[in-house]
């Protein structure tokens, strides 16, 4: 069993940074990749950025690709998802997402998560 707790969030202006963090708890291993999810008011949920444990490789969307970065503190259990140049269009809520033996890739490929938190709301005011 794996628990994901999500903090973080706020308002933010436009071109503005928030940095989101998921600290992960139970059996994590180095086989899992983890990531994040969004889901704005009326729309589906879509991927924004994944990172295996292991290795570290990341995958990204095209829609945040050179603004976000997703990076792991494997001593603290920790997942990180750095956004700078925020725009209107990031605002929703941001799930941290967990899944086995997968890469991040492909949890990107396959908007794939096992193992899901509760989520913080981001908000980017215009």
């Known amino acids: 069993q794996v628990q994901l707790v999500e903090s973080g969030g706020g308002l933010v202006q436009a071109g503005g940074s928030l940095r989101l963090s998921c600290a992960v708890s139970g059996r994590i291993l180095n086989t899992y990749a983890t990531g994040w999810f969004r889901q704005a008011p009326g729309k589906e949920r879509e991927f924004v950025a994944a990172?295996?444990?292991?290795?570290?490789?990341?995958y990204y969307a095209d829609s945040v690709k050179g603004r976000f970065t997703i990076s792991r503190d494997n001593a603290k259990n920790t997942v990180y998802l750095q956004m700078n140049s925020l725009k209107p269009e990031d605002t929703a809520v941001y799930y941290c997402?967990?899944?086995?033996?997968?890469?991040?890739?492909?949890?990107?490929?396959?908007?794939?998560?096992?193992?899901w938190g509760q989520g913080t709301q981001v908000t980017v005011s215009s």
């Open positions: 997402a967990a899944s086995p033996r997968i890469t991040a890739q492909a949890m990107g490929v396959m908007s794939k998560g096992d193992y």
């Open positions: 990172i295996t444990w292991s290795s570290g490789i990341t």
